[in-house]
């Protein structure tokens, strides 16, 4: 089965610096997806991306946060500024063409893991 | 989008059958139901999805009465590999712009040898 890669699998950064999480979609699927996991948490979207732009966010998804598609196969999440509380468990998702029988499948990544000290 | 209750955590034993029930009251006509399996450290992974009735596939099946505001997740002879958090998920028709996925708290099965 296809898969969804994303690096690094540990990312360890200092308060207020930047980091970048980085997604490889699968190679002929349109939409693109955040989400994050805080330890013993639910899975929370961030945001959502077609068609080089934001489709939707959460309020989690504020001006701290930027996503990009620099290229054909790279999609990106960069955090200014990180905060503590930023520590979780990233997640790439993708999706493929709405006209498959199956709605809703995502397929995820199996996520950076952000700690922030 | 409809909310959905699960049952926070089951208990289980090897070759045993189980049985996730998520209550949906308020689906809506269009929104299919979807269920993901989480293992820990490791990104949701979809099971299987349903409009009505009874479906199945190598993993699991799905079963959804005729009122659709509550659907079964049936795991058959589970094994400790089995073990993980499962999601039921709630959700329209794809938009252009694309639907997000909302999780909730999911279930939690041990399976237990």
């Known amino acids: 089965e296809p898969e969804v890669t994303q690096t690094p699998s540990h990312q360890v950064t200092q308060m207020g610096q930047e980091v970048i999480l980085r997604c490889v979609p699968i190679?002929?699927?349109?939409?693109f997806y955040w989400y994050r996991q805080i330890l013993g948490q639910k899975v929370e979207f961030l945001v959502s991306?077609?068609?080089?732009?934001?489709?939707?966010k959460s309020e989690i998804f504020d001006d701290q946060f930027s996503v990009e598609r620099p290229d054909g196969s790279n999609f990106t999440l960069k955090i200014r500024s990180t905060k503590l509380e930023d520590s979780a468990m990233y997640f790439c998702?993708?999706?493929?063409?709405?006209?498959?029988?199956?709605?809703?499948?995502?397929?995820f990544g199996s996520g950076t893991q952000l700690s922030v000290l | 989008l409809a909310k959905t209750t699960q049952p926070i955590s089951m208990d289980s034993y090897e070759g045993q059958e189980v049985n996730i029930t998520c209550s949906h009251n308020?689906?809506?006509?269009?929104?299919?139901i979807t269920w993901y399996q989480q293992f820990p450290s490791q990104g949701p992974r979809f099971i299987i999805q349903?409009?009505?009735t009874k479906v199945t596939n190598e993993v699991a099946s799905l079963f959804i009465p005729a009122d659709r505001k509550s659907s079964t997740l049936s795991l058959p002879r589970v094994s400790l590999s089995d073990t993980a958090v499962y999601y039921c998920?709630?959700?329209?028709?794809?938009?252009?712009?694309?639907?997000?996925?909302?999780f909730g708290g999911g279930t939690r099965v041990l399976v237990k040898p």
């Open positions: 991306f077609y068609n080089n732009e934001i489709s939707e």
């Open positions: 998702a993708s999706r493929g063409d709405p006209s498959t029988n199956i709605r809703e499948k995502l397929f």
């Open positions: 190679s002929n699927h349109l939409y």
């Open positions: 308020n689906i809506a006509t269009n929104d299919y």
């Open positions: 349903g409009y009505k």
């Open positions: 998920l709630v959700g329209g028709l794809i938009k252009a712009a694309g639907n997000k996925l909302t």
